[in-house]
């Protein structure tokens, strides 16, 4: 019951629809004698094209006629002009289409007017398709060659017009041709075959226009039994169309022994046969021992670009297919897009990269921050660091400064603002203890070793003082013995260090010091780069309280200090 309805309003669209072209083209519908044919050409050519009734031609005195052609956008028919000063017109039963184009293709009629009949007219259809290269589809019909026999290939096109004839194989001129519409061939053999393309040139109102038609010419082998074999397409192909338009898909047979008569083939969608289907057209022809199924698709859907299309045939013996998928040409723009998101995600990582090799330090010293505790381990050691710094051989400048940083500075950020338990000889060591013993023992016990880089000269290298004993040891255990890790500040700028021990010059030339300028605020990336060396504090809130008792205290002055 549904049906009926849609094909009842159907029904009255299409008449509605009819109404509109009578008003506007004055065509009044001719008793259609259903001899439709296809006609294909190249763009660029002029096209000379008779009425598809045979008998056009010899009635050209007797009747009279009318061509129409209609307008696929507006679904009206337009009245063809006669014109000849137009590019389209037709004079009688011939229309001519001059330097076709694509906008070309479409569905002509042809309506013949009779003075003496009983039906006044008929009329009869022709679908025109113009392609912009050539394709596979404007091969006209095949012509098979023997080798015994000389054979001829007769031009299709100017068969009822004059003109000159130049031939062409494989899309190169013959040469040694002789000019007619018919190229004659002698002594056949295999290198014959191949597409041939004659090319008229005729005259029309004083100027010359070109048209051509194309056809496969081979050796027909002496009677064996073949095989069916699928020519066209080509098995998992895939075609890049737009959405929205028309193909056409040619399926190209070789029916064998069996013939056309015992052979067929035909178009499937997703093993869904599509003759009768809205949307999809499938028109058959034959050329000698190829038969041709042609699928027209009006317009390229979503589904069709998810579809798969079988070009099946089959005979007596066998059933074959291949397959042919659609695909958007708007891919590229997808291709496009992910080019770029791999770009950016590029750029992304290049820029975390940078960032966390920028502030790696701020991130260690952030983490420990938070995760203090977890960080923190049981060694036995007691102190984070010990301080080794030269107090001999120092000029007053250098002296001032180094015993401001090592009794202000250091204690201060350190110790009260980070929770750094340090040692510092001259500070920490109390009186009637053994000096040497001490040293070993402080320097045992502290994770890390703090040198001092002051200018002076190397007379203390190989002297006894404490301090030229605690650079010893501190080597020692740096150097050879390898389980203190060592933090180099220098506090001046000094070009040579040839006056230091040689273990201090090769620590030096491993680990640059760490440069320290008067004025260096906590914050400041001196103070994080000391702290990053340095492990995690030992020292809380209980010991920074013990700790700051010592600030109270006056500045122990450095002091030259013997064995």
Not at 7 to 17: A, D, H, N, S
Not at 59 to 72: A, G, M, P, R, T
Not at 426 to 432: A, E, F, I, V
């Given at each position: 019951?549904?049906?009926?309805?849609?094909?009842?309003?159907?029904?009255?669209?299409?008449?509605?629809?009819?109404?509109?072209?009578?008003?506007?083209?004055?065509?009044?519908?001719?008793?259609?004698?259903?001899?439709?044919?296809?006609?294909?050409?190249?763009?660029?050519?002029?096209?000379?094209?008779?009425?598809?009734?045979?008998?056009?031609?010899?009635?050209?005195?007797?009747?009279?006629?009318?061509?129409?052609?209609?307008?696929?956008?507006?679904?009206?028919?337009?009245?063809?002009?006669?014109?000849?000063?137009?590019?389209?017109?037709?004079?009688?039963?011939?229309?001519?289409?001059?330097?076709?184009?694509?906008?070309?293709?479409?569905?002509?009629?042809?309506?013949?007017?009779?003075?003496?009949?009983?039906?006044?007219?008929?009329?009869?259809?022709?679908?025109?398709?113009?392609?912009?290269?050539?394709?596979?589809?404007?091969?006209?019909?095949?012509?098979?060659?023997?080798?015994?026999?000389?054979?001829?290939?007769?031009?299709?096109?100017?068969?009822?017009?004059?003109?000159?004839?130049?031939?062409?194989?494989?899309?190169?001129?013959?040469?040694?041709?002789?000019?007619?519409?018919?190229?004659?061939?002698?002594?056949?053999?295999?290198?014959?075959?191949?597409?041939?393309?004659?090319?008229?040139?005729?005259?029309?109102?004083?100027?010359?226009?070109?048209?051509?038609?194309?056809?496969?010419?081979?050796?027909?082998?002496?009677?064996?039994?073949?095989?069916?074999?699928?020519?066209?397409?080509?098995?998992?192909?895939?075609?890049?169309?737009?959405?929205?338009?028309?193909?056409?898909?040619?399926?190209?047979?070789?029916?064998?022994?069996?013939?056309?008569?015992?052979?067929?083939?035909?178009?499937?969608?997703?093993?869904?046969?599509?003759?009768?289907?809205?949307?999809?057209?499938?028109?058959?022809?034959?050329?000698?021992?190829?038969?041709h199924a042609v699928l027209t698709i009006s317009e390229v859907s979503q589904v069709d670009l998810l579809s798969v299309f079988q070009c099946t045939a089959e005979d007596k013996s066998e059933v074959m297919f291949v397959s042919v998928t659609l695909k958007s040409k708007d891919v590229g723009v997808s291709s496009l897009t992910l080019i770029s998101v791999c770009v950016c995600v590029l750029l992304l990582f290049l820029l975390i990269t940078g960032a966390v090799k920028m502030f790696a330090v701020d991130l260690v010293l952030l983490v420990r921050g938070i995760?203090?505790?977890?960080?923190?381990?049981?060694?036995?050691?007691?102190?984070?660091?010990?301080?080794?710094?030269?107090?001999?051989?120092?000029?007053?400048?250098?002296?001032?400064?180094?015993?401001?940083?090592?009794?202000?500075?250091?204690?201060?950020?350190?110790?009260?603002?980070?929770?750094?338990?340090?040692?510092?000889?001259?500070?920490?060591?109390?009186?009637?203890?053994?000096?040497?013993?001490?040293?070993?023992?402080?320097?045992?016990?502290?994770?890390?070793?703090?040198?001092?880089?002051?200018?002076?000269?190397?007379?203390?290298?190989?002297?006894?003082?404490?301090?030229?004993?605690?650079?010893?040891?501190?080597?020692?255990?740096?150097?050879?013995?390898?389980?203190?890790?060592?933090?180099?500040?220098?506090?001046?700028?000094?070009?040579?260090?040839?006056?230091?021990?040689?273990?201090?010059?090769?620590?030096?030339?491993?680990?640059?010091?760490?440069?320290?300028?008067?004025?260096?605020?906590?914050?400041?990336?001196?103070?994080?780069?000391?702290?990053?060396?340095?492990?995690?504090?030992?020292?809380?809130?209980?010991?920074?309280?013990?700790?700051?008792?010592?600030?109270?205290?006056?500045?122990?002055?450095?002091?030259?200090?013997?064995?």
């Amino acid at each position: 019951m549904m049906m009926m309805m849609m094909k009842q309003v159907g029904l009255i669209f299409l008449l509605t629809e009819l109404t509109q072209v009578s008003t506007f083209t004055n065509y009044t519908a001719c008793k259609n004698l259903d001899r439709k044919k296809t006609v294909i050409v190249t763009a660029g050519e002029s096209l000379y094209l008779q009425c598809p009734n045979l008998d056009c031609y010899e009635d050209n005195y007797n009747s009279s006629y009318v061509w129409f052609k209609n307008l696929s956008k507006t679904m009206r028919l337009e009245k063809i002009g006669t014109e000849e000063h137009e590019r389209v017109h037709y004079h009688r039963s011939v229309l001519y289409i001059l330097q076709l184009t694509l906008e070309d293709t479409g569905h002509y009629i042809t309506q013949e007017w009779y003075k003496d009949y009983k039906d006044p007219c008929h009329e009869f259809e022709l679908d025109l398709v113009v392609y912009e290269e050539f394709s596979p589809n404007l091969l006209n019909s095949k012509i098979s060659i023997s080798r015994e026999s000389s054979n001829s290939i007769p031009c299709p096109v100017c068969e009822s017009q004059k003109g000159t004839f130049i031939w062409y194989k494989n899309f190169s001129l013959i040469s040694s041709q002789e000019s007619g519409n018919i190229l004659r061939i002698s002594n056949a053999s295999k290198e014959i075959e191949g597409i041939y393309t004659c090319v008229c040139t005729w005259e029309h109102h004083g100027r010359k226009y070109n048209s051509s038609a194309s056809r496969l010419v081979y050796i027909k082998e002496p009677s064996t039994f073949t095989s069916l074999q699928i020519i066209l397409p080509i098995n998992n192909s895939i075609l890049q169309v737009d959405m929205g338009t028309e193909i056409v898909l040619t399926c190209s047979v070789f029916t064998g022994s069996f013939g056309k008569d015992k052979s067929s083939c035909y178009w499937k969608r997703n093993g869904t046969e599509l003759d009768k289907v809205f949307g999809y057209k499938l028109e058959y022809r034959e050329d000698d021992d190829v038969i041709h199924a042609v699928l027209t698709i009006s317009e390229v859907s979503q589904v069709d670009l998810l579809s798969v299309f079988q070009c099946t045939a089959e005979d007596k013996s066998e059933v074959m297919f291949v397959s042919v998928t659609l695909k958007s040409k708007d891919v590229g723009v997808s291709s496009l897009t992910l080019i770029s998101v791999c770009v950016c995600v590029l750029l992304l990582f290049l820029l975390i990269t940078g960032a966390v090799k920028m502030f790696a330090v701020d991130l260690v010293l952030l983490v420990r921050g938070i995760f203090k505790k977890l960080n923190r381990k049981e060694d036995g050691k007691v102190y984070d660091a010990y301080v080794i710094y030269q107090r001999n051989n120092l000029d007053e400048t250098s002296e001032k400064t180094l015993s401001e940083f090592i009794h202000e500075e250091l204690p201060t950020v350190l110790e009260k603002n980070y929770g750094y338990k340090l040692y510092i000889p001259g500070r920490d060591d109390l009186p009637g203890e053994d000096c040497m013993n001490l040293i070993e023992t402080k320097i045992e016990l502290s994770r890390r070793l703090i040198f001092m880089i002051s200018p002076g000269n190397r007379e203390h290298e190989h002297s006894v003082s404490l301090e030229a004993y605690d650079v010893q040891v501190g080597l020692h255990q740096a150097l050879v013995q390898g389980d203190t890790a060592v933090i180099l500040i220098q506090l001046e700028e000094i070009q040579d260090y040839t006056h230091l021990p040689l273990g201090l010059q090769h620590l030096l030339k491993n680990n640059p010091p760490l440069q320290w300028r008067d004025g260096e605020k906590t914050s400041s990336r001196f103070w994080k780069q000391v702290r990053y060396r340095l492990p995690v504090p030992s020292c809380q809130k209980d010991c920074l309280k013990k700790t700051s008792v010592r600030f109270n205290y006056q500045k122990i002055p450095i002091e030259n200090e013997q064995i």
